[in-house]
C-alpha cells in the first residue's frame, strides 16, 4: 500500500501494554509508521517515501515502539546532519553529507494510545548514548506544536541561529531549533 496522505486508512488496533519495546524500525514497519506521523504532525506533513529514505540512509537511527508482532506505536528516525541545518519537510535527502557535525532528530512521534508511558524518554535517551558512543558532540532536532518544553526536560535547550531563521519559517511559527550537547 502506498500511503497517500489524510487520515489514516487503516486504524491501528486496540494497544495491549504487555511486551512494548523500542526496536530497530523495518521495512514492513513503515505504513504504520506514515500513519502515526499523520496524527502526531498533521500540520508537517511528510509521507512514507519520506521515512523510507530515511530508513535507507541510516537504519541503526530508526526504531520502532512495538510488543511482539504487533504493529509500532511510536517511531523515532535519526541521522547525521549538518549543524544549524535541517532538511526541508517532506523531501527526500540522496546521501548523509559528508561533512556532517551532529546527530539529527528527524522525528519521534507516539500514537496517543501510548502517550504519557515515559517511552520518549527512554529512546531519546538510547539515542543519545548511540550518539555519544559514535562521537558525535550533540543531538538537534526542530521543535513543532510547541513542542519546545518537552525537548527541554530532555536536555534540550533552545538555540537561535540565523542560519536556520528561513528554514524554521517553512515549519510554523513556533518552530524552535534546539540542541543537547553530548560532550558535558
Known amino acids: ?12 488496533p486496540p494497544l495491549s501494554r504487555t ?12 505504513d504504520a509508521v ?22 535507507a540512509l541510516n537504519p541503526s537511527g530508526c526504531f520502532v515502539l512495538a510488543d ?33 557535525e551532529v546527530l539529527y532528530l528527524h522525528d519521534l512521534a507516539l500514537h496517543p494510545d501510548v502517550r ?15 550518539a555519544r558512543a559514535a562521537g558525535w558532540p550533540a543531538l538537534t532536532l526542530v521543535a513543532v506544536n510547541n513542542a519546545a518544553p518537552f525537548w527541554e526536560r530532555r536536555g534540550f535547550a533552545v538555540v537561535d541561529s540565523r542560519a536556520m531563521t528561513a528554514k524554521l519559517a ?11 550537547d553530548l560532550t558535558v
Open 1 to 12: 500500500m502506498e500511503f497517500q496522505g489524510g487520515p489514516a486508512e487503516h486504524p491501528l
Open 19 to 30: 511486551g512494548l519495546r523500542w526496536r530497530l524500525m523495518a521495512e514492513a514497519d513503515l
Open 34 to 55: 506514515a500513519d502515526i506521523a499523520v496524527i502526531g504532525f498533521p500540520d508537517h506533513f511528510e509521507g512514507r517515501d519520506c521515512f523510507e529514505n530515511r530508513l
Open 68 to 100: 511482539e508482532g504487533g504493529p509500532p506505536r511510536g517511531y523515532l528516525v535519526a541521522y547525521p546532519w549538518r549543524a544549524a541545518a535541517a532538511p526541508a519537510l517532506n523531501t527526500l535527502i540522496e546521501a548523509i553529507p559528508a561533512d556532517a
Open 116 to 130: 504519557g508511558g515515559g517511552w520518549s524518554q527512554i529512546i531519546v535517551e538510547r539515542l543519545a548514548d548511540q
Open 170 to 180: 517553512s515549519y510554523g511559527p513556533d518552530a524552535r531549533y534546539m540542541v543537547r
